[in-house]
């Protein structure tokens, strides 16, 4: 006979989960001790629950699949929050299983308790709690369907005193449905949208990740159309890579020729994205969009015609509608104009692209940290990097390095916080990843003000040897928001971090680390550090004066922002 704690970790087992996150306690230990005798199922417990969250998170992306975390009564599970937010805005399926105070005591305003059905409201697609044996397995069944059918966060909360009940004699076990079947549009729509492109009209595509399992089909259609192809920043994965139609990305990170492909088109197709960014998508123009999700469509601009449904059942049968047309100087200068600037971009991180410069500064200064240049650390992680790396990114200027300069071949994979936004994802996510295949490299792109949020969890890198790499832009600033700043007319202000030594930091918590000051150590420190099976911090002190385009004397020039004059900037570059 089993217990419900038993029966939930036996079912989760049985699907597939590999890895259980959080920290132990309480209510929920009749959980922790079924993993402990369950053999298929890891349990990593982590130094703070949002680790746990984000892990869970970035495991779901990767794997299309279940996810789960757990937090304990009141602020254990509290501290899921920003996490599940995170998994929540990038419809990815996890459970987190939340303790809570005995039955007897919940609505006493008992020690921690906290109304978990009310917290979580908002972050899940299901949110319930379990009150006696006999709502097992049917309360587990619904929490996961929820998780998987509605790609979001499902929260099943166990009080103390059930997880260890009985289940009944005979109780069948738990059922998961299997995923919806994709379909196409309507036929109407998708017909609708062929006429709307007619035969000459100049073509833009902006293509999410809601695309990436329709690669063939979209190049397909960026071919038929002599169309150039503007990815949003999730999309490089799985779509950047052997693509002649790519022209980079648009918005905050974006370039001028992804910037002027959209603006010079007649038509722009957006397919599989929900880019939020509505001061970049030009208005004007006939727009297409479709999403298997309706609440996506047009809710960023106005479309002109609509197509619900999955990207490559609607694709493959939109493209036989669809005249042909040979390339023009729409794409010729879109791809000219990139490939110009992608060369420009790489200069940057050439060894001697600042020697005079840091000739001037070490005449002025014995200490020539903040010397090196993002670019070129971006540059020097792709150069070493294996060609299935997993990377992960901090929100800040350590994604826009990765995005610029690391492009994704066929088997690398992107996790970030790219839609909640959150500082200090990186590092779980990383933890997340190499938790899956420990054998896989993953790399982690770290901001020094995201790492020192959750530091503490280095230290779970090591317990549970996971051996990613931990590679810090160490600028001492909080980037981004001293740009914004600057664009914004006001002088920098709260965003100088006084940072320990890194590398002295990480290597107390047990990894193997290194600090780099010059750039000239810069290649060979990335080296070895990649080729490290071992959990590893490379600190890298680099230019918190790093100017992102050529040509430009200042940094508040150097980004685009959701404004008027940021996006001059990025059109003129």
């Known amino acids: ?68 975390c757990m937090g304990t009564v009141g602020p254990g599970s509290i501290h899921l929050l920003n996490g599940l937010y995170d998994a929540k805005k990038s ?17 006493t305003d008992f020690f921690q308790e906290v109304d978990n059905n009310r917290l979580f409201s908002d972050v899940a697609v299901f949110a319930e709690t379990v009150t006696s044996a006999e709502q097992m397995p049917q309360l587990l069944e619904r929490a996961v369907n929820a998780a998987l059918g509605g790609r979001g966060v499902a929260v099943l909360t166990l009080p103390g005193d059930v997880g260890g009940l009985e289940v009944a004699k005979g109780t069948l076990p738990p059922r998961f449905v299997p995923p919806a079947h994709p379909a196409a549009a309507s036929s109407a729509a998708i017909q609708d949208a062929a006429d709307a492109i007619g035969a000459d009209a100049k073509v833009t595509l902006l293509v999410g990740c809601g695309a990436r399992a329709a690669r063939a089909e979209v190049l397909s259609l960026a071919e038929t159309l002599a169309a150039p192809m503007v990815l949003t920043l999730k999309a490089k994965e799985g779509l950047e890579h052997d693509n002649p139609y790519a022209v980079g990305q648009t918005g905050l990170i974006g370039n001028p020729a992804a910037t002027s492909a959209m603006e010079d088109a007649d038509v722009l197709v957006l397919v599989g994205t929900d880019f939020p960014y509505r001061d970049w998508i030009p208005t004007g123009k006939t727009v297409i969009q479709l999403d298997s999700r309706a609440e996506h469509v047009g809710r960023r601009t106005a479309v002109t015609h609509a197509l619900v449904g999955d990207a490559r059942a609607t694709l493959r049968t939109l493209l036989p509608l669809l005249s042909s047309r040979e390339p023009g100087r729409h794409l010729q200068k879109a791809q000219e104009r990139y490939g110009e600037w992608m060369q420009a971009q790489r200069k940057l991180a050439e060894p001697g692209h600042d020697e005079s410069l840091l000739g001037r500064l070490r005449s002025k200064a014995d200490n020539p940290d903040e010397l090196i240049r993002p670019e070129a650390v971006a540059v020097a992680i792709d150069r070493h990097a294996g060609p299935d790396t997993i990377f992960t990114s901090d929100t800040g200027m350590s994604t826009v390095w990765l995005a610029r300069l690391v492009p994704m071949s066929n088997n690398r994979r992107l996790v970030g916080s790219f839609n909640l936004g959150s500082m200090a994802n990186a590092m779980p996510m990383a933890l997340g990843a190499q938790a899956l ?137």
């Not at 009749?30 to 984000?54: K, L, M, S, Y």
């Not at 419809?91 to 919940?106: F, S």
């Not at 295949?437 to 792109?445: I, L, T």
């Not at 928001?481 to 002295?504: C, I, M, R, S, W």
Request: glycine content about 10%; aromatic content about 4%; proline content about 5%.
């Open 437 to 573: 295949d420990r054998d896989r490299q993953v790399v982690a792109f770290c901001g020094d003000g995201g790492l020192m949020m959750l530091l503490g969890d280095l230290r779970t890198a090591v317990t549970y040897n996971l051996p990613a790499t931990f590679v810090v832009f160490n600028n001492g600033r909080l980037g981004m928001v001293k740009l914004e700043q600057e664009q914004g007319g006001l002088p920098e202000f709260g965003t100088v971090l006084d940072n320990p030594d890194l590398a002295a930091v990480g290597a107390a918590l047990g990894l193997t680390t290194r600090r780099v000051t010059d750039p000239h150590d810069l290649d060979e420190a990335v080296a070895q550090a990649l080729a490290a099976r071992t959990p590893y911090l490379l600190d890298v002190v680099t230019n918190p004066d790093e100017i992102a385009v050529p040509g430009r004397t200042k940094p508040s020039q150097a980004w685009g922002f959701a404004i008027a004059k940021a996006k001059e900037h990025i059109v003129s570059a």
């Open 1 to 68: 006979m089993s217990t419900v704690a038993e029966l939930i970790v036996e079912a989760l087992a049985n699907h597939g989960v590999s890895s259980v996150w959080g920290v132990v306690g309480d209510a929920l230990n009749p959980v922790t001790d079924a993993i402990r005798r369950e053999d298929r199922v890891e349990w990593i417990g982590v130094r703070h629950e949002e680790v746990a969250a984000f892990a869970a998170s970035a495991q779901a992306q990767l794997t299309g699949d279940l996810a789960v």
């Open 91 to 107: 419809h990815a399926p996890v459970l987190a299983i939340c303790g809570q105070v005995p039955l007897a005591e919940v609505g």
